[in-house]
Structures are given as structure tokens and as C-alpha cells.
């Protein structure tokens, strides 16, 4: 069965101590893997799209990397303004054009 | 407009009332995604349209789930008999055709009373 779990389902860190959250998947064929952030009362927003184990994506204090069972969003020394819900997802090569989301990971940073 | 426009925001009814929600994709998306997120829960695929071809409907929960999709465009969500269990926040997203980033609107929060 195709499975998407996060991991921790909160963090709490001080800002500027670094960390990663991780997304593990179990899939048939993975097409994509995703990175949204959501704030509360709002709609997810895309962050990044890797494709290929050994990849990575920058933007700002996030990076994203992927492996064949797993990825990492990495925060550098985060700010308060970084605290939100971050959420992952899959595309598989074999269910036409869905998104399959973890339950995400909700960050908070402690100024 | 700019983004994804969903409405009502908010929608407060009663059990066994059907309630309709709307979905405004962004000018030019093809692809339109409606998702239902409930608290603690992951984003659940309920269906998807890609232009004119026969929707996804692989995720809806039940019969009593239903979408069309007019002209292409508006999108609405139609729950008839509402349960308890139908609470949650309905979320509409649209991308260009087969494109990888999904838009989110900010949902319709349903109550069902």
C-alpha cells in the first residue's frame, strides 16, 4: 500500500537552532515529491518539486533532498516567521494526476 | 483575480441539509483538484477535472459527494444529506495542465451540526 508519513508531527525550536523534517514514503513509482508550507486558515503553498534521489532544492533558509525512501526539509537558523504546518506529497507513475499528502509536520519558532 | 477563489469561507448547517461549495480557479488552469482536510488528518483526494475529460472521481467518499465543473472553469461541490463526519475543511486547488504546483485556494471550513 502507498504510504506517506511525516515525521515529528510538531517541533518546536529556538531561532536560529537548525533541524530537519522528514517525509518517508513506501510507492509503487514515485513521478514527484512535494513541499508545501500552510499557515493557519490559509491554503497549502508550493515550496519545492524533486524528482530524483540525490536531488536538492534551495530557497531561502529551506533545502530539500531526496533519497529513494525518504526527504528532508533542512532549517537553517529559522526565524519566527517560519513557523507554519509543512506538508509533503507525492505523484506516482501509476495514479494518473493525484497528490497523496502526508499530515505534516508543524513547526514553531520560539523568538 | 489572482488566486483561487473559494466560497463561503465559512459554512455552518444542520445534519441531512446539502450544502454547495464554490471554486474559482485561477484564468488559464486547466487542472482543478478538490481535497477535504480534517483536523489531525492529511489532505484527502476527493476528485479532480483536466479539461475536458472525464473527471477523477476515485476519491469522492460516498454518493452523496458530487462536483461539476462548468465551462471549464467555476467548480462546485455539492454534499447532499450532510453528516457529522462531513466537518472539515474543503480545499480547491488548480494548476496549468499536468503541471507539478498545485495553487491552493484557503477553503470552505464546513460545520455540520
Known amino acids: 500500500e502507498d504510504q506517506v508519513t511525516q515525521s515529528p508531527e510538531a517541533l518546536r525550536l529556538q531561532e536560529g537552532e537548525s533541524s530537519s523534517l522528514n517525509c518517508s514514503y513506501t510507492?509503487?513509482?514515485?513521478?514527484?515529491l512535494f513541499w508545501y508550507r500552510q499557515d493557519p486558515g490559509k491554503g497549502p503553498e508550493f515550496l519545492f518539486t524533486?524528482?530524483?534521489a540525490g536531488e536538492e532544492k534551495e530557497k531561502e533558509r529551506l533545502k530539500a533532498t531526496l533519497t529513494k525512501k525518504e526527504s528532508f526539509l533542512h532549517i537553517t537558523a529559522p526565524k519566527p516567521e517560519d513557523s507554519a504546518t509543512y506538508l509533503c506529497a507525492v505523484r506516482l507513475t501509476n495514479t494518473g494526476n493525484q497528490f497523496y499528502f502526508g499530515t505534516g509536520t508543524s513547526l514553531t519558532v520560539i523568538p | 483575480g489572482a488566486g483561487v477563489s473559494q466560497s463561503p469561507s465559512n459554512k455552518v448547517t444542520e445534519k441531512g441539509k446539502d450544502v454547495e461549495l464554490r471554486c474559482d480557479p485561477i484564468?488559464?488552469?486547466?487542472?482543478l483538484y478538490w481535497y477535504r482536510q480534517s483536523l489531525g488528518q492529511g489532505l484527502e483526494f476527493l476528485i479532480y477535472f483536466q479539461g475536458n475529460s472525464a473527471p477523477d472521481k476515485s476519491g469522492l467518499p460516498s454518493d452523496r459527494f458530487s462536483a461539476e465543473r462548468t465551462g471549464g472553469s467555476v467548480s462546485t461541490l455539492t454534499i447532499q444529506r450532510t453528516q457529522q463526519e462531513d466537518s472539515a475543511v474543503y480545499l480547491c486547488?488548480?494548476?496549468?495542465?499536468?503541471?507539478?504546483?498545485?495553487?491552493f485556494g484557503e477553503g470552505s471550513r464546513l460545520t455540520v451540526l
Open positions: 510507492v509503487s513509482g514515485l513521478r514527484g
Open positions: 484564468s488559464g488552469h486547466t487542472a
Open positions: 524533486l524528482y530524483s
Open positions: 486547488a488548480s494548476s496549468i495542465a499536468w503541471g507539478e504546483e498545485l495553487f
